[in-house]
């Protein structure tokens, strides 16, 4: 595990840092699909995102969810530390997008770490402020953009997040993430095929441009 953190986190932690991450915490592998997080768990550990991808979603108990961001390689989940901060339930799910790796720590060793080691105290606060704007983006594009802008720009995050531009994806699981139903979904998307930015296979579709 320390050659993973120095790899992925030594521009950041001090090697001290490391050494204490890697003495109270574990590894743990996920597949795409697997629930990490789920709404109404307490939180326990706070994930270091070591590869792969993860979506995090709101809940809402009378419509469904809606997809509030990404987590990349290197990203930790701020509502994951509120949750562990303030030993409240969870109100987020955490769904693994691709297969990858992640490294728990103990919420015992947060607070702690907040005061002893200054590298830990700006990954936090940056992690804070990272998620912050991307959830403020969340809110702006429903407020904001129409649905068809909506699912390019979903089309692109996934583009990204995959690094790949064949995303394999159900028209029904877009238009759960994007909180709409999969008839609108499927206009849409044949639009976006008709203006040529994006193609339409059986079991996939490729982005364009």
């Not at 987590?71 to 509502?79: F, I, P, S, Y």
């Not at 407020?143 to 790949?164: G, T």
């Not at 064949?166 to 759960?176: F, G, K, P, R, S």
Request: hydrophobic residues 40%.
């Amino acid at each position: 595990m320390k050659e993973l953190l120095k790899e992925n986190y030594g521009y950041l932690f001090e090697e001290a840092l490391i050494a204490e991450i890697e003495a109270v915490s574990y590894l743990q592998d996920f597949k795409e699909g697997d629930i990490l997080i789920d709404s109404g768990d307490y939180i326990k550990q706070m994930p270091l995102l070591i590869n792969g991808a993860i979506k995090i979603l709101r809940d809402d108990n009378d419509e469904g969810e809606l997809l509030l961001y990404f987590l990349e390689k290197g990203d930790t989940c701020a509502m994951s530390m509120v949750c562990c901060f303030g030993n409240s339930k969870s109100e987020i799910r955490a769904i693994a997008e691709t297969d990858g790796d992640v490294i728990m720590i103990p919420v015992m060793k947060m607070e702690e770490w907040l005061g002893k080691y200054k590298s830990w105290r700006n990954y936090v606060f940056n992690s804070y402020n990272n998620r912050l704007k991307e959830m403020l983006s969340a809110i702006d594009n429903l407020a904001f953009n129409n649905m068809d802008k909506r699912v390019l720009l979903y089309l692109q995050e996934k583009v990204k997040i995959n690094n790949s531009k064949e995303i394999h994806t159900t028209h029904q699981e877009i238009a759960y993430d994007l909180h709409t139903s999969r008839v609108v979904i499927s206009r849409l998307l044949k639009a976006l095929e008709n203006e040529g930015k994006i193609n339409l296979h059986r079991a996939f579709i490729e982005y364009i441009g």
